[in-house]
């Protein structure tokens, strides 16, 4: 009798990676989403990303600085699929990869083109042009700029969704945010932050600041400052012990090294563009000194 056969579907690529060595460290970034994935300086981590991130084709990257456009979570709304937009797992095109001696650049461009036909363009049915760009020496920057080149106006929300790598969260403090007022998403409450922010349990709040943050590592010995423009919201996150152990992209103690600060114009901070103008939302970490 002839040999059985079968025909075996192919696997999905994997997404294209670039990876180079800085003058102080390495990053790491994916053509899937424009995706910034991990820096480190001497070997230690500045950006964070889970050891169990998935990195496969129309899957999210858990970690580094995924690009939330055009909504973040589920939009104003609370009803947009998927979770953060498009073009986090959009496949944007390469436009720049140049590695110098001293700094790193990448450049990635999407158009509506790009996404017609993926999950959720649908949603956002508006011509457009977005670049996202990353630059890392010894301080690590990222710009998303977006193009509206239609005839009308419309309106985005966006974020840089960072995540920061910390010795360990119980002992990270947030400065830069004191008097302003914020969004606890978890509480489902206003308020107004008074002093730094320490974390003791599930923290998502989003605050209507334009202030540069702190963020205080006593266990690693560093401070790491985020500075931003264009962005009128900062969105500070870590899901903590259950919600961590219910994502399947996530370890179940990775919570304790990690802490997002997120570069946003979210919400009642979104951004409205008329036809043939562009914004751009920036955020750049440096390591600075302690005593800051």
Known sequence: MPATTFETMPSAPDPVRRQHRTANGS???????????EW???EVPVVWVSSRAAYAEGQAIRGGVPVCWPWFAAGPSGELKPMHGFARTAPW????????????????????????GLPGADRFPHPFRAELAVSVGHDC????????????????????????HVGDIHQAAVTGLDGAHY???????????????????????????????????PVLGRTLQVDKSGSPTTVVWNPWVEKAAAMTDFGD??????????????????VRLQPGAEH?????????????
């Open 27 to 37: 990053v790491t970034a994916y053509d899937q989403g424009a995706h910034l994935a």
């Open 93 to 116: 095109q390469l436009v720049e990869e140049d590695a110098g001696p001293r700094e790193v650049r990448l450049a990635w461009v999407l158009t509506d083109a790009d996404v017609d």
């Open 280 to 292: 751009t939302l920036s955020t750049t970490i440096r390591i600075v000194p302690r005593d800051r």
């Open 141 to 164: 920057s990222v710009g998303l700029t977006v193009t509206n080149t239609g005839t009308e106006a419309f309106d985005y929300e966006a974020a840089l969704h960072t995540y920061l």
């Open 253 to 270: 103690d990775e919570w304790r090294q990690m802490l997002c600060v997120e570069t946003a114009a979210v919400g009642r901070d979104s």
């Open 183 to 217: 969004f606890d998403k978890v509480l489902q409450t206003d308020a107004r932050q008074d002093g730094p922010i320490t974390v003791s349990g599930e923290t998502d709040r989003v605050y209507t600041s334009t202030a540069t943050v702190l963020v205080h590592d």
């Open 40 to 42: 480190t300086v001497e």
